[in-house]
């Protein structure tokens, strides 16, 4: 059974740093492509970054370029987001996903909340 559980989230002050964390168990790690996104309250849900399975390729949505930095090990199932200088409309729940081809996988999200 594929799991993606995520970790970190909590109440963060703008200009403050917080590290998101994606568990993934029950799936080979290494051949999925991952990303992050996010859904604020009335809000669709959007991609905010990805990484490619080896970790040699990441893209970012334009409002968080420059302040978040994606990335994975491989080794540990883990897939992580470095949020720097976040802003209160970073506030968000923040879901991880696995693709390979037409299978995806979601976690359950963790929330972030950016206020001071």
């Known amino acids: 059974q594929v799991q993606l559980v995520e970790s970190g989230g909590g109440l963060v002050q703008p200009g403050g740093s917080l590290r998101l964390s994606c568990a993934a168990s029950?799936?080979?790690?290494?051949?999925?492509?991952m990303s992050w996104y996010r859904q604020a309250p009335g809000k669709e849900r959007e991609l905010v970054a990805s990484i490619t399975a080896a970790g040699g390729s990441t893209n970012y949505a334009d409002s968080v370029k420059g302040r978040f930095t994606i990335s994975r090990d491989n080794a540990k199932n883990a897939l992580y987001l470095q949020m720097n200088s976040p802003k209160p409309e970073d506030t968000a729940v923040y879901y991880c996903?696995?693709?390979?081809?037409?299978?995806?996988?979601w976690g359950k999200g963790t929330l972030v909340t950016v206020s001071s």
């Open positions: 029950g799936l080979s790690f290494s051949l999925y492509a």
């Open positions: 996903k696995a693709r390979l081809g037409i299978k995806e996988y």
